[in-house]
């Protein structure tokens, strides 16, 4: 992925706090609207499910939006989060993604009765299970489903592959192995785009090829597109950059001064006032970065406002791409058709016969 100086770029949207009660009507707002992608945070709540059951209800009630769900790495079995984030690419049709995290969570390890995980064993744990994730998503060959009804075959047992992963020798975590192959068909995009925050990638971190972008934070939104600058420099031009911006909006006669007092702090850029001001950040955000993403203070005021004030002009003015329909997420980020390492090598070696 090169840099989007000179094409219009896209925008996600985080949906945190839209339950099962409006998430439906949320998820369809911001696809009408023409937000490309919605994201779900992955954070303890009353009431509500995680992140990618989340995602799962609003893939098959959704037509462009990718559905892209935060999944812990260091909490949550490897095997787990490959067959399920598969899953949730069948009943999108092809539009998942995964924002993988590393959480730094004792209550979290307390939860699953392991060691509490720190520092930099937290990109190691990411590191891991993303290319468990990746192994075993090419674990079965586009075609190892046949169907053959005269022999009684489902599956070409040739086109299973096992992964042999083993965690490395300085794996300062406890070490597993997965055998594989996975328990359910490839995905439908072979490999569904990886995403993590731009502080878990680099060199001694996640390999910069192991994700296909990265969440680029800052302070402040005047420092947003430096940061941006600065993470292309370090990571080269083949990864995407989303750049992250809390939104609190003027809306329904109250001014984003005054929401802001209830809102709370996140570490993230923050931009606070009218729509017109936020296009202007928008567009000139989409000018640094392939896209960014949006965290509402509330979704159901805030959407409303970037739907009919934000998104129209941003389009108008060229800076932002229309959804693409029938498409993915890879097609969302520009990326290729994902081939198949084991399909891709068992090829080789016939060849060289």
């Known amino acids: 992925m090169s840099s989007n100086n000179n094409q219009a770029g896209f925008l996600a949207i985080e949906l945190d706090g839209a339950g099962y009660r409006n998430l439906a009507a949320a998820v369809l707002a911001a696809e009408s609207a023409g937000f490309h992608v919605a994201t779900f945070k992955d954070a303890p709540a009353a009431g509500r ?36 984030l598969a899953s949730l690419d069948y009943v999108s049709g092809g539009r998942a993604g995964w924002i993988a995290t590393a959480a730094e969570s004792p209550e979290a390890a307390a939860a699953v009765g392991r060691a509490f995980v720190e520092g930099d064993v937290l990109a190691q744990e990411a ?38 992963f083993e965690t ?26 990886v995403l993590a925050a731009a502080s878990l990638v680099g060199e001694g971190l996640v390999p910069v090829d192991a994700v296909d972008a990265v969440l680029v934070s800052a302070p402040t939104a005047e420092l947003l597109a430096a940061e941006i600058r600065d993470v292309r420099a370090r990571l080269g031009a083949a990864v995407a950059v989303v750049a992250e911006l809390d939104v609190v909006l003027d809306s329904r006669g109250q001014d984003a001064a005054a929401r802001l007092a209830a809102s709370t702090e996140s570490g993230r850029a923050r931009f606070a ?11 000139s955000l989409l000018q640094e970065a392939d896209g960014v993403r949006v965290h509402p203070a ?32 890879r097609d969302v980020l520009g990326l290729g058709p994902a081939e198949n390492r084991y399909s891709t090598s068992a090829a080789a070696t016939a060849a060289g016969k």
């Open 49 to 84: 499910v995680n992140a990618l059951q989340r995602a799962a209800f609003a893939g098959p009630i959704t037509r462009t939006i990718a559905v892209v769900p935060e999944v812990d790495t260091v909490y949550t079995e490897p095997f787990h989060i490959s067959t399920q």
């Open 298 to 329: 509330e979704v159901d005021v805030d959407l409303e406002e970037l739907s009919r004030l934000v998104l129209p002009e941003l389009r108008r003015r060229g800076s932002l791409r229309a959804p693409i329909q029938d498409g993915s997420f």
């Open 168 to 193: 490395p020798a300085d794996f300062a975590g406890t070490p597993y192995s997965v055998k594989g192959p996975s328990i359910i068909p490839r995905p439908l995009q072979g490999q569904l785009p």
């Open 127 to 164: 590191a891991a299970a993303i290319e468990v994730g990746r192994r075993l998503w090419d674990s079965w060959e586009d075609d190892a489903v046949i169907r053959d009804v005269a022999t009684g075959r489902y599956i070409d047992v040739d086109k299973l592959h096992y992964v042999d």
């Open 273 to 283: 006032g009218t729509a017109a001001d936020l296009t202007e950040l928008l567009d």
